[in-house]
T-cell receptor, first 113, second 114 residues
Framework: GENVEQHPSTLSVQEGDSAVIKCTYSDSASNYFPWYKQELGKGPQLIIDIRSNVGEKKDQRIAVTLNKTAKHFSLHITETQPEDSAVYFCAASTGFGNEKLTFGTGTRLTIIP | NAGVMQNPRHLVRRRGQEARLRCSPMKGHSHVYWYRQLPEEGLKFMVYLQKENIIDESGMPKERFSAEFPKEGPSILRIQQVVRGDSAAYFC????????????FGSGTQLSVL
């Protein structure tokens, strides 16, 4: 089955700087890669996703890149703000009717004011 | 449009008791997924259901765990004869179904087994 690895497990950045979180996956059939943000005591919230026919996607301060050949994808947050502090999870699935997701182990992002 | 609703928010059970976790999907969503999260870990898939059907239960333990999503009412995850190792946060997610649909998660049920 699919295996998703995520790095780093913790990340601290100064407010205003950029943060990058990286994930690798094992199943070449995976073609849907969402990123979730989880705040304390809450469920994961989808913040951005990308499909394998796209190499990069951007939504305001958040961007995701995908390298299918190398089987890795990354989350980029620019101009970080204190409210970006949370745990971020990457995930992968084969999609198209069964969105069963395999999650990475998470990155705890702390923004230092 | 209300989000995915899970209840109870917190559930405490003694070893050997039964735990029932409920999930009401978003309006118009007919697909439900259950995930389990242990402390400091990612979410692990348990089961995928559509109305009145279990589509994929490959992540659910064969014994003591069951799930249903009836024609009317919420989806139920049932854990019989709970053990301490069942203590975790259980999250439900829903999607409208069909190809290329996104999952929306509820706030979870924190199960504590004493």
């Amino acid at each position: 089955g699919e295996n998703v690895e995520q790095h780093p497990s913790t990340l601290s950045v100064q407010e205003g700087d950029s943060a990058v979180i990286k994930c690798t996956y094992s199943d070449s059939a995976s073609n849907y890669f969402p990123w979730y943000k989880q705040e304390l005591g809450k469920g994961p919230q989808l913040i951005i996703d990308i499909r394998s026919n796209v190499g990069e996607k951007k939504d305001q301060r958040i961007a995701v890149t995908l390298n299918k050949t190398a089987k890795h994808f990354s989350l980029h947050i620019t101009e970080t703000q204190p409210e970006d502090s949370a745990v971020y999870f990457c995930a992968a699935s084969t999609g198209f009717g069964n969105e069963k997701l395999t999650f990475g182990t998470g990155t705890r992002l702390t923004i230092i004011p | 449009n209300a989000g995915v609703m899970q209840n109870p928010r917190h559930l405490v059970r003694r070893r050997g008791q039964e735990a029932r976790l409920r999930c009401s999907p978003m309006k118009g969503h007919s697909h439900v997924y259950w995930y389990r999260q242990l402390p400091e870990e990612g979410l692990k898939f348990m089961v995928y259901l559509q109305k009145e059907n279990i589509i994929d239960e490959s992540g659910m333990p064969k014994e003591r765990f069951s799930a249903e999503f009836p024609k009317e009412g919420p989806s139920i995850l049932r854990i019989q004869q709970v053990v301490r190792g069942d203590s975790a946060a259980y999250f439900c997610a829903s999607s409208p179904g069909g190809a290329a649909e996104k999952l929306f998660f509820g706030s979870g049920t924190q199960l504590s087994v004493l």
